[in-house]
T-cell receptor, first 116, second 114 residues
Framework: GAGVSQSPSNKVTEKGKDVELRCDPI?????LYWYRQSLGQGLEFLIY????????KSGLPSDRFSAERTGGSVSTLTIQRTQQEDSAVYLC??????????????FGEGSRLTVL | KQEVTQIPAALSVPEGENLVLNCSFT??????LQWFRQDPGKGLTSLLL?????REQTSGRLNASLDKSSGRSTLYIAASQPGDSATYLC?????????????FGKGTLLTVNP
């Protein structure tokens, strides 16, 4: 696609429910990041996928959070048993292929999650 | 652990003024530094990318400089316009163990008044 696509753009859920957020990176981009941005806060790293390598999950805040990337393209971030503190904008980004360290990073518009 | 600081946290200027936004980082062993713009409720838009071997990058009214040894970058905006109002973030890539870490500052909220 032309850019990084995220869905849904907005999600309102009840505490305790599971949610799935989807990211479709720019075609051919092998590096994919998930970040979380809470109101008034900076970007918090969640997880990083690079090609077929094991993902860097060091930023996931708890075992309720998981992410997968199927076929090296689309990624899904799953939050189980959502809590109110999970409310945030979840941003996905991908990087120019072949330049996973030095390439430009492109972001999607984000998925705004509200947990009631 | 890399830490990125952006000063000021917020800035309000009249239209037409030239301005400078600052970004500092604690670990100078960076691979690159990228400046982004974020409009309310939107994702991040890339403005400028500076590789570690470069000193500056320019795009239109924007100029970003990098002084790796002192851990600083500046984003210069010339002849500011109300449409420049947004939050500006910087991010650096450093090596963290076997992975490459991307660390963001908290941003500078810029308001350009007509």
């Amino acid at each position: 696609g032309a850019g990084v696509s995220q869905s849904p753009s907005n999600k309102v859920t009840e505490k305790g429910k599971d949610v799935e957020l989807r990211c479709d990176p720019i075609s051919g981009h092998t590096a994919l990041y998930w970040y979380r941005q809470s109101l008034g806060q900076g970007l918090e790293f969640l997880i990083y996928f690079q090609g077929n390598s094991a993902p860097d999950k060091s930023g996931l805040p708890s075992d309720r959070f998981s992410a997968e990337r199927t076929g090296g393209s689309v990624s899904t971030l799953t939050i189980q048993r959502t809590q109110q503190e999970d409310s945030a904008v979840y941003l996905c980004a991908s990087r120019t292929p072949g330049l996973e360290v030095t390439g430009e990073l492109f972001f999607g518009e984000g998925s705004r999650l509200t947990v009631l | 652990k890399q830490e990125v600081t952006q000063i000021p946290a917020a800035l309000s200027v009249p239209e037409g003024e030239n301005l400078v936004l600052n970004c500092s980082f604690t670990d100078s062993a960076i691979y690159n530094l990228q400046w982004f713009r974020q409009d309310p409720g939107k994702g991040l838009t890339s403005l400028l990318l500076i590789q570690s071997s470069q000193r500056e990058q320019t795009s239109g009214r924007l100029n970003a400089s990098l002084d790796k040894s002192s851990g600083r970058s500046t984003l210069y905006i010339a002849a500011s316009q109300p449409g420049d109002s947004a939050t500006y973030l910087c991010a650096v890539v450093t090596r963290g163990g076997s992975n490459y870490k991307l660390t963001f500052g908290k941003g500078t909220l810029l308001t350009v008044n007509p």
